[in-house]
């Protein structure tokens, strides 16, 4: 029964991150007491729905170690209750949707862009080398944070790693994973940024994950993210609202 409860309260919801913790293949939902609502959390978010419940609103897991979370709401009454919770610890920002098309990839023109990759740098499918570069770096660590070991991410990640003089320089990889495609993250150390590594990476990934019949879900955290997922050839869907927990 409470599986069924959780799968309606989060029924309208397009997130992967929510599939990705309805399926079990990666993150955990919570119920409160009442089991009127649910908390979707994996890795540094957590996706409220259901009725508003400070009960859930509060609780932190035990595996969740970080100090650090990115509330959504599920609705303005959700919102309210998080600033109500968290107070000047919970920082109301904007986040972009992206929409989830599977035919608006120009194939031609990602390969093209993934040609034009500078001499000097290679761009290389994330396997145990890469990924232990990945684990070294904070800037590059949530490439593959969400996966406890290679052999996890192996199995359920895909990523790929711009490489220079044997350093990991940029990369695009799954934030996460769910059973029909990935969720992107991508990262570039500051030292090669806007040196257009990010766009070669995103390209390379997208047609990586076409040759295996997933999707590249994208979601952005500022607007320089929609304007590269637009290059890359997503489009735009909507804003939506999320707190920046800190203390949590």
Known sequence: MKQKIITNVFNSWEETIIWSCLQGIMG????NDAEDAAMAILGDLAFCAGNPSEELVRFKPEKCKQDFIIMVPQN???????EKCYGDKAKKVTRYAIKKEPDAFDKEK???????IPDGYELK???EPEYRMCQRNDWSGDLVSQYKDYETYKKLGL???VIKDGE????ASSYSTYDKGIEIQIDTREDHRRK??????????ILECQKRDLYP?????NKSSVALAEKLGYHFSHEYVAYEVTGY
């Open 76 to 82: 303005e009454e959700w919102g309210k209750l998080i």
């Open 125 to 127: 499918l994330i396997e």
């Open 217 to 221: 879900s994208w979601d952005a955290q």
């Open 168 to 171: 990991l320089v940029a990369g």
């Open 110 to 116: 990602l390969e093209q862009v993934v040609l034009n």
């Open 28 to 31: 955990d939902v919570y119920t």
């Open 196 to 205: 257009g590594f990010a766009y070669a990476c995103g390209a390379k990934l």
């Open 159 to 161: 990523g790929v790693a």
